[in-house]
């Protein structure tokens, strides 16, 4: 059985209408690619075609382990993650691959109004290994909650930069 949560953000002094038109420009969102923390980021894919805007990026996690255990293990923390976005609606799937035994995939929400806007993150994440899986997930989680805080923050401060 997969691991769900949630994660909730509310951006203060940003329109749905300023978001709308912000979320359509693509260096926007390679700018926010290039800030998160991580090696090696490659955008393999930014294009938008009509309504959908599709973001395809892969990077090594910076992940906290010795530098020489990161040589070994070279690209064991590649990620690779899709955003498919429509623009007009504000909804988007987003898909997290590794070279771990791991899916995991998650819908991303905004609404708002004139003064601010709502985003939400409904996560699935599986871990495909038999009796730690369900373990490992909440360990995911965990991950997962930290790289969305740093990113709806590296957002948040690009947004007000642009307004």
């Known amino acids: 059985m997969a691991h769900q949560f949630t994660i909730y953000k509310t951006i203060q002094g940003i329109s749905l209408e300023k978001f709308t038109e912000l979320a359509a420009d693509i260096s926007l969102h390679e700018i926010v690619c290039r800030r998160i923390p991580g090696e090696n980021l490659e955008i393999t894919e930014s294009k938008i075609s009509g309504d959908i ?24 923390f590649r990620l690779k993650r899709t955003d498919i976005t429509n623009l007009k609606k504000l909804h988007s799937t987003i898909e997290l691959g590794a070279n771990l035994p791991l899916v995991a995939t998650a819908v991303r929400e905004v609404v708002g109004n004139h003064e601010k806007i709502d985003v939400s993150l409904t996560w699935t994440v599986k871990v ?24 709806f923050e590296i957002v948040e401060d690009e947004l007000k930069k642009h307004l």
Do not use: W
């Open 128 to 151: 495909k290994i038999p009796l730690f899986g369900g373990m490992l997930e909440k360990h995911a989680e965990g991950e997962i909650r930290k790289f969305s805080e740093l990113e």
């Open 53 to 76: 805007y599709t973001l395809r990026r892969e990077y090594n996690l910076d992940v906290n382990i010795p530098d020489v255990a990161k040589k070994l293990l070279k690209n064991a």
